[in-house]
Nanobody, 113 residues
Framework: QVQLVESGGGLVQAGGSLRLSCAAS??????????ISWYRQAPGNQRELVAT???????NYADSMKGRFAISRDNAKNTVYLQMNSLKPEDTAVYYC?????WGQGTQVTVSS
């Protein structure tokens, strides 16, 4: 069993930055042996993949986030971060943390123009 709790969302102006955190708790083996991803969902849109980091630290990004977002993980703290820079209004969404079939409750990011 794993629990994921996101934090760090908020309201920011276009061009600004936010850092999201995903704190994982529960099975140490499951958390540290698996990739963790960030997804986002804007109103009326499907949930889309933002970025993934493997247990070994390899990263992968959706094309529209490359160069602006950076995912990282601190295995000692069981926490995954998403640093978001140069934010755009179209980045407005609820951001979710995902590990296998486990999901967090999401954190709202709103970017004003």
């Amino acid at each position: 069993q794993v629990q994921l709790v996101e934090s760090g969302g908020g309201l920011v102006q276009a061009g600004g930055s936010l850092r999201l955190s995903c704190a994982a708790s529960g099975s140490f083996f499951i958390i540290n042996a698996n990739a963790i991803s960030w997804y986002r969902q804007a109103p009326g849109n499907q949930r889309e993949l933002v970025a993934t980091i493997t247990s070994g630290g390899n990263t992968n990004y959706a094309d529209s986030m490359k160069g602006r977002f950076a995912i990282s993980r601190d295995n000692a703290k069981n926490t995954v971060y998403l640093q978001m820079n140069s934010l755009k209004p179209e980045d407005t969404a609820v951001y979710y943390c995902n590990l296998k079939w486990y999901w967090g409750q999401g954190t709202q990011v709103t970017v004003s123009s």
